[in-house]
């Protein structure tokens, strides 16, 4: 776990606002992640799970109980320029209807590159892994790479789901198949008509460089997108400072969250953020949360 390197400060009051459970490619159901939320003191925490929404009812009935405040929130995959990004909506209704379908066409398009993945790996003499990957997928609507590389490590192809990811299912790698996911219109379309906050998960991880990093975030301005994440699990201190400066620059709302998959297989355990830097403005900013307690003064 990174949090051994990283001097890491609990955000005060301790938000998270990206984390996964099994209704996407989590690994604890919506309720044992809040139970574990509880225990590590999170007092306001985003579900988002990739493309579905099917988890919020629990999360919500289960936050009620541990008295956490629960942003429904979802993490939508878009093409953009020939690249997969992941954004946010944060504060959405799930029952908003084109949302909805939206997510349902998105988890549509994952079975047939679920199936093109396992056809990949089948003339890589790797078999039954979309029996596999549906397997470890259970219950969830939807099949994702993390479930075939769970598979894969199970199978013993690379000693964890981490290493998984350095042998197959990324571009030039066994297992590789390229995606067309929705517009990054669309998706912020959704999540506004939905009521929600439109925020551009873990921006560092994209590798764009400045001209194209510069032209996602005036497009994302255009749109009318809220957020980018700041502080996530993805970004080192100095991208973290580096995405500070450009949310500041760009009058974005900075967002952080842990990205949490679950024990083992997140970096930062749920709510073991570092704080958000001193010059942004957080996107909580004007939410009306009731138990968001006091900043405490650092001395
Ligand atoms: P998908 O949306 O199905 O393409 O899968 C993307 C998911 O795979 C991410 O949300 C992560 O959970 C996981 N993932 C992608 N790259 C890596 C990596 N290098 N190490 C661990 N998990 C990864
Ligand atoms: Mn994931
Ligand atoms: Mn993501
Ligand atoms: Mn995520």
Same mark, same amino acid.
Request: net charge negative.
């Given at each position: 776990?990174?949090e051994?390197?990283?001097?890491?400060?609990?955000?005060?009051?301790?938000?998270?606002?990206?984390?996964?459970?099994?209704?996407?490619?989590?690994?604890?159901?919506?309720?044992?992640?809040?139970?574990?939320?509880?225990?590590?003191?999170?007092?306001?925490?985003?579900?988002?799970?990739?493309?579905d929404?099917?988890?919020?009812?629990?999360?919500?009935?289960?936050?009620?109980? +541990?008295? $956490?405040?629960? /942003?429904? *929130?979802?993490?939508?995959?878009?093409?953009?320029?020939?690249?997969?990004?992941?954004? #946010? @909506?944060?504060?959405?209704?799930?029952?908003?209807?084109?949302?909805?379908e939206?997510?349902?066409?998105?988890?549509?398009?994952?079975?047939?590159?679920?199936?093109?993945?396992?056809?990949q790996?089948?003339?890589?003499?790797?078999?039954?892994?979309?029996?596999?990957?549906?397997?470890?997928?259970g219950?969830?609507?939807?099949?994702?790479?993390?479930?075939?590389?769970?598979f894969?490590?199970?199978?013993?192809?690379?000693?964890?789901v981490?290493?998984?990811?350095?042998?197959?299912?990324?571009?030039?790698?066994?297992g590789?198949?390229?995606?067309?996911?929705v517009?990054?219109? +669309?998706? $912020?379309?959704? /999540?506004? *008509?939905?009521?929600?906050?439109?925020?551009?998960?873990?921006?560092?991880?994209?590798? #764009? @460089?400045?001209?194209?990093?510069?032209?996602?975030?005036?497009?994302?301005?255009?749109?009318?997108?809220?957020?980018i994440?700041?502080?996530?699990?993805?970004?080192?201190?100095?991208?973290?400072?580096?995405?500070?400066?450009?949310?500041?620059?760009?009058?974005?709302?900075?967002?952080?969250?842990?990205?949490?998959?679950?024990?083992?297989?997140?970096?930062?355990?749920?709510?073991?953020?570092?704080?958000?830097?001193?010059?942004?403005?957080?996107?909580?900013?004007?939410w009306?949360i009731?138990?968001?307690?006091?900043?405490?003064?650092?001395?």
């Amino acid at each position: 776990m990174m949090e051994n390197h990283v001097i890491t400060q609990p955000s005060m009051p301790n938000i998270d606002l990206h984390s996964h459970s099994t209704i996407s490619d989590g690994v604890l159901s919506p309720s044992r992640l809040l139970a574990h939320a509880a225990t590590r003191g999170v007092t306001v925490l985003a579900l988002t799970d990739h493309d579905d929404v099917a988890g919020l009812n629990e999360a919500t009935r289960s936050a009620q109980q +541990e008295n $956490i405040t629960l /942003i429904p *929130g979802v993490e939508i995959s878009v093409t953009w320029h020939g690249r997969t990004l992941h954004i #946010l @909506g944060l504060g959405i209704d799930p029952e908003y209807p084109p949302l909805v379908e939206g997510l349902q066409k998105i988890r549509d398009g994952r079975m047939d590159r679920a199936r093109a993945i396992a056809a990949q790996l089948d003339k890589f003499g790797i078999h039954g892994s979309f029996e596999g990957a549906s397997a470890q997928a259970g219950e969830s609507r939807l099949i994702g790479r993390t479930h075939f590389a769970r598979f894969l490590a199970d199978r013993g192809y690379a000693k964890d789901v981490k290493s998984v990811f350095k042998k197959y299912l990324v571009k030039g790698k066994p297992g590789h198949v390229s995606h067309i996911w929705v517009s990054l219109d +669309e998706a $912020i379309g959704w /999540i506004r *008509g939905s009521g929600g906050q439109a925020v551009i998960a873990h921006p560092a991880r994209y590798k #764009l @460089g400045n001209s194209l990093l510069e032209q996602l975030l005036n497009e994302f301005c255009e749109l009318k997108g809220a957020g980018i994440e700041v502080v996530s699990s993805s970004h080192t201190p100095e991208q973290m400072r580096q995405f500070a400066g450009l949310a500041t620059r760009m009058n974005l709302y900075a967002s952080c969250g842990s990205d949490y998959h679950g024990p083992g297989e997140s970096y930062f355990d749920l709510g073991r953020l570092p704080a958000l830097p001193p010059e942004c403005t957080p996107i909580w900013d004007g939410w009306q949360i009731q138990n968001i307690p006091e900043p405490v003064q650092q001395s």
